[in-house]
């Protein structure tokens, strides 16, 4: 867990963000906020906002909730819905099975949560170019809460490009509600915003924050992200000099074995580029004020001790047997559980705990064990695991990108050895696991590299946006049973009460 130092950080983000916080209603029903001014600005400093950005990031439409996971994760075929068939069943019609409904509520949530979102960081942007546009000395941290407004629009715009496709642009503080109401902009407009901000973002926040503010957004998270998109990109050159910016900064090691990345004591690890601060506590034991749902959405769906969570979110067998023999991240990915009635010894115990969980009668066979909580902690605060921290952005994705873009740009000695450093790191001591890769040829390498995005980067949110980058979206999905999906359902399409709300001027994406 963190530390106290940590945790009231988080405290105080969250009860700014109490006082800040919007609905889930869509972005034309906020009320408009008027000029700049010095009052605004109490103690020069406007981490108001930006701490309200931090504690809206792990909620349930952009991270922490079913949204986030239909469109991130259930899109692809390493990931079922879970749960009981009867449970969200309209979830696995339209994310598992693509019979898109342009009236889903988890559709309208995520688009609406990523554009209030939006709106809190244009208004930061706006007010800090006003102050200084009116003779404002800004102070350093000033600077900083500007960096990472423009970080988070360019996360938040991100998301929204590669769900959508063509979005409006919103990029200036509202003062009429009206203003809002414009036409989608290109994705190369969108894309554009997306490197303004990142370039921002890099130019002013710093490698690292003091201790107490362990969890704010660093110049590493800024470039690795814009790797991120420049992948999303096949933009090669770029994506590679971003990766590598990030590799060798020395800011980030790959030294934190892999079986303690994802505990609570592998939390903000040495290969942590960006992930969302969680916590509990006495008082606030299963609070999305100081914590998340991410945890519980995905826990084990059983009764008694067994009840961790809503049992959402599941690898798929396909996505264990692709694991190659030995490999140690597979039982690191994959929670073992038993259904009611099942022999105890038909599963391993799930290390390092050694328990062997018991679920209900749900349609999945394993758990997401990226989200497995520590026991003691179950005991002292709930069983439900709001406390644990929300991982974006690691090292090992850095170096895959950067194996990536080096093979396509015909550097494979540079592309074997970025893909061995994570092969490497995931043996651990086992020389007898996970041969180094030495294969030279260009299409050989692609495929291995692709392997290991795959295993490496396992219910991490990114398999159905490669699949599509990667051109082979629909020839693996219909391997895998997902024969629903046709080539339209690369871009969702956008909820039809935004289209309504416009008044003709919001066009629906093409085919819906």
């Not at 693509?98 to 979102?117: I, P, R």
């Not at 644990?388 to 080096?406: G, Q």
């Amino acid at each position: 867990m963190k530390n106290n130092i940590i945790k009231s950080f988080i405290i105080c983000a969250v009860g700014i963000f109490t006082l800040t916080q919007i609905s889930c209603s869509d972005l034309l029903d906020q009320e408009p906020q008027g000029k700049w001014t010095g009052g605004d600005n109490p103690g020069g400093s406007f981490q108001t906002d930006v701490f309200s950005l931090y504690a809206r990031m792990k909620g349930w439409g952009v991270t922490g909730g079913i949204p986030a996971f239909a469109i991130h994760s259930i899109r692809s075929e390493d990931v079922e819905k879970g749960s009981t068939v009867s449970d969200g069943s309209d979830v696995a019609s339209m994310y598992d099975n693509f019979n898109y409904n342009t009236s889903d509520g988890n559709l309208a949530s995520y688009y609406t949560s990523n554009y209030a979102l939006i709106h809190t960081a244009n208004t930061v942007i706006a007010d800090i170019k006003e102050a200084e546009d009116n003779g404002v000395v800004l102070q350093r941290i000033d600077s900083l809460c500007l960096g990472e407004a423009h970080f988070f629009r360019a996360f938040l715009y991100f998301n929204l490009v590669r769900a959508f496709g063509e979005v409006p642009l919103i990029d200036f503080k509202i003062t009429d509600a009206a203003e809002t109401n414009i036409p989608k902009s290109t994705a190369i407009e969108i894309y554009t915003l997306i490197d303004t901000d990142l370039t921002e973002a890099e130019e002013l926040l710093p490698p690292q924050w003091e201790s107490r503010y362990l969890g704010r957004a660093t110049w590493g998270a800024a470039r690795a992200l814009h790797a991120k998109t420049y992948m999303q990109r096949n933009d090669w050159g770029n994506m590679l000099t971003a990766a590598t910016d990030v590799i060798n900064s020395g800011l980030y090691d790959l030294n934190t074995p892999f079986n303690q990345i994802f505990r609570e004591s592998g939390e903000n690890s040495s290969e942590s580029i960006f992930e969302l601060q969680c916590t509990a506590t006495a008082a606030l034991p299963s609070s999305t004020d100081i914590g998340s749902q991410y945890a519980e959405v995905q826990g084990v769906r059983g009764a008694g001790d067994w009840d961790l969570g809503w049992g959402w979110n599941c690898p798929t067998p396909l996505l264990a047997n692709a694991f190659e023999e030995g490999d140690p991240r597979k039982d690191e990915t994959l929670l073992y559980f038993l259904k009611p009635g099942e022999n105890p010894e038909s599963i391993p115990a799930n290390a390092p705990y050694g328990e062997k969980p018991i679920a209900q009668e749900v349609m999945n066979r394993y758990y997401n064990k990226k989200v497995y909580t520590n026991p003691t902690l179950r005991t002292q605060f709930s069983k439900h695991g709001f406390w644990m921290n929300i991982r974006i952005i690691r090292l090992s994705e850095m170096y895959l990108i950067a194996a990536e873009a080096a093979n396509e740009l015909g550097q494979q000695s540079e592309a074997v050895a970025y893909l061995e450093d994570v092969r490497a790191r995931a043996r651990g001591n086992n020389a007898d696991v996970l041969p180094e890769v030495t294969v030279t040829d260009q299409a050989a390498l692609r495929n291995a590299i692709r392997h290991e995005r795959r295993v490496e980067l396992a219910m991490e949110w990114d398999r159905f946006y490669d699949l599509v980058r990667w051109g082979i979206v629909r020839e693996v999905l219909h391997a895998a049973g997902k024969t629903g999906f046709q080539d339209r359902h690369v871009l969702l399409p956008l909820p039809q009460a935004e289209i309504d709300k416009s008044n003709g001027v919001l066009i629906q994406n093409p085919n819906y």
